[in-house]
């Protein structure tokens, strides 16, 4: 399951050191401190999640408001959180339309991922291109994004946001100076998103 050869994410490597490399990275960025310093930006998405359904409230007729699916409302509230947390970048889920495709996006790839786990050989076939057109141009645009998000990320420099991404952009390995590498950013980035 690498995004591209030898772009491993914590998720991914198997290399015990390897793993508690990214692992300890990522355990800065997941600090009781990191979370508090971020909790300003959580209860804003909680006052847009509040208010969206305080306005589905208000219309209602008969004394009853209209059914609101629960699930998609809480899943937009949660990728904007994860969006912000991971990367400084809300996908604004909750107040525009634009970035609704990547939920969807997600549950292909992992579908793909889950599939290829289980049987990695179908993976050199790229049966997806075929068999789910619609999920493998879901994936794409969903990759497009992420790409954007990343590049976009690394330019605005580590200490530009308070997010997970600051504590990763330029971090190195004490012993061998290694820190991550672009497609390495690129595939924690992914993994990320997917597990927040």
């Not at 359904?53 to 059914?67: M, Y």
Request: net charge positive.
């Amino acid at each position: 399951m690498l995004p591209a050869p030898g772009a491993y994410n914590v998720f991914t490597a198997i290399d015990k050191d390897l793993h508690k490399f990214k692992r300890k990275i990522l355990n800065q960025g997941f600090a009781d401190s990191s979370v508090r310093s971020f909790e300003p930006t959580i209860l804003n998405h909680i006052d847009i999640f509040v208010q969206k359904l305080n306005d589905l409230a208000s219309r209602s007729s008969d004394g009853w408001s209209s059914p609101v699916n629960m699930t998609e409302c809480c899943r937009h509230l949660g990728y904007d959180v994860m969006g912000d947390f991971g990367f400084g970048q809300s996908f604004k889920l909750q107040t525009s339309t634009t970035n609704h495709f990547l939920i969807k996006a997600v549950e292909a790839t992992s579908l793909k991922a889950g599939v290829y786990v289980q049987y990695p050989r179908l993976a050199k076939l790229k049966l997806e291109r075929f068999l789910a057109r619609r999920a493998a141009q879901m994936r794409d645009k969903y990759l497009e994004l992420m790409a954007t998000l990343v590049k976009s990320r690394l330019a605005s420099g580590k200490k530009s946001q308070q997010d997970l991404f600051s504590w990763v952009i330029d971090a190195q390995d004490p012993d061998t100076g290694k820190g991550f590498s672009q497609s390495e950013l690129w595939a924690e980035s992914r993994f990320l998103l997917i597990a927040g």
